[in-house]
């Protein structure tokens, strides 16, 4: 599908996600440690447990906002088709983690609210 596709059914379905809606917030992290420092397999970071599935992927989709901008420079710098393949990949990651982010079954309507006309 063509990029501006992709934008374009990612907006309309942003615009049927009601004003007073919130996200989702029933499901957690699990642990998962990462960065690997020695040969006795000790990982320096972790994803904590128990942290709300919408907060961490927010965060991740932050992470590969920056990291895009990075490839993006170094593709362009140095005119680096590998560099720009993993722009690619990149950008079709965070690609799915803002459609669930943004998905408008992910979305409740809170309750003390009166029904939208």
Same mark, same amino acid.
């Given at each position: 599908m063509p990029?501006?596709?992709?934008a374009a059914q990612f907006e309309q379905s942003v615009s049927?996600?009601?004003?007073?809606a919130r996200i989702r917030d029933d499901q957690s992290t699990f642990a998962s440690s990462f960065y690997r420092v020695n040969?006795?397999?000790t990982n320096l970071f972790e994803v904590r447990a128990g942290l709300s599935t919408t907060?961490? =992927?927010e965060?991740?989709?932050t992470l590969m906002e920056s990291a895009l901008a990075i490839l993006a420079q170094?593709?362009?710098d140095a005119d680096n088709p590998k560099a720009w393949g993993?722009?690619? =990949?990149?950008?079709s990651a965070k690609a799915v983690v803002d459609a669930y982010i943004m998905a408008p079954e992910n979305y409740v309507k809170p309750k003390n609210l009166a029904p939208e006309q």
């Open positions: 990029k501006l596709a992709v049927t996600v009601s004003p007073n040969g006795q397999g907060d961490a =992927l965060a991740a989709s170094v593709a362009g993993a722009h690619a =990949l990149f950008e």
